[in-house]
């Protein structure tokens, strides 16, 4: 298996709603990261797990809160999103060394409406 | 500032077309990869170059890594319409862990 599935592949959500966005990876990759994309912008990083502990965090807003329940899963919870967090979430994990490349999942496109 | 500055932008041409974009950085890198996205999709690794002045070849795209390892080309011949997407660079940078990081992209068009 050389994917990275992530689900739901579409989502809308009230400000007021809590919801989770799901990656799977069967790699026995180490490493797992959640990225946003705006509409004509490159992926920008957000969370980065390593050995399922959170590792960097980029400022990102406390409305998203990342979990890693173990090596091969990583979920992105959100609460009290605004509409500017409307954008791509795409998910990925790679071996962990610098010359590696990263797989992708194919998103998750959230409207916050 | 942007670390890894892309060019062009945009770039439209016809079926059949060569073409290069470019990835330029004042900062030197261990290594650089090029991937390609489709609309809705996530981005596909192409190729990683670690070694200055490197050529790798994926059937009618080049890679090229600069002597110095701070710039990167990629040079499609006979554009297909296929080809279309956009094209980012990206490099890795160690802050506590390691983390890639992306150019702006190439938002590449061929049309038929």
């Known amino acids: 298996d050389t994917e990275v599935t992530q689900t739901p592949k579409h989502l809308v959500m009230g400000m007021t709603n809590k919801k989770s966005l799901k990656c799977e990876q069967h790699?026995?990759?180490?490493?797992m990261y959640w990225y946003k994309q705006k509409a004509k912008k490159p992926p920008e990083l957000m969370f980065v797990y390593s050995y399922e502990k959170l590792s960097i965090n980029e400022s990102v807003p406390s409305r998203f809160s990342p979990e890693c329940p173990n090596s091969s899963l990583l979920n992105l919870h959100l609460h009290a999103l605004q509409p500017e967090d409307s954008a791509l979430y795409l998910c990925a994990s790679s071996q962990g060394s610098l010359n590696y490349g990263y797989t992708f999942g194919s998103g998750t496109r959230l409207t916050v409406v | 500032t942007q670390l890894l500055e892309q060019s062009p932008q945009f770039l439209s041409i016809q079926e059949g077309e060569n073409l290069t974009v470019y990835c330029n950085s004042s900062s030197v890198f261990s290594s650089l990869q090029w991937y390609r996205q489709e609309p809705g999709e996530g981005p596909v690794l192409l190729v990683t170059v670690v070694t200055g002045g490197e050529v790798k070849k994926l059937k009618r795209l080049t890679f090229q890594f600069g002597d110095a390892r701070k710039d990167s080309s990629l040079h499609i011949t006979a554009a297909q319409t296929g080809d279309t997407g956009l094209y980012l660079c990206a490099t890795h940078l160690i802050q506590g862990a390691q983390k890639l990081v992306f150019g702006q992209g190439t938002r590449l068009t061929i049309n038929p």
């Open positions: 790699m026995g990759h180490r490493a």
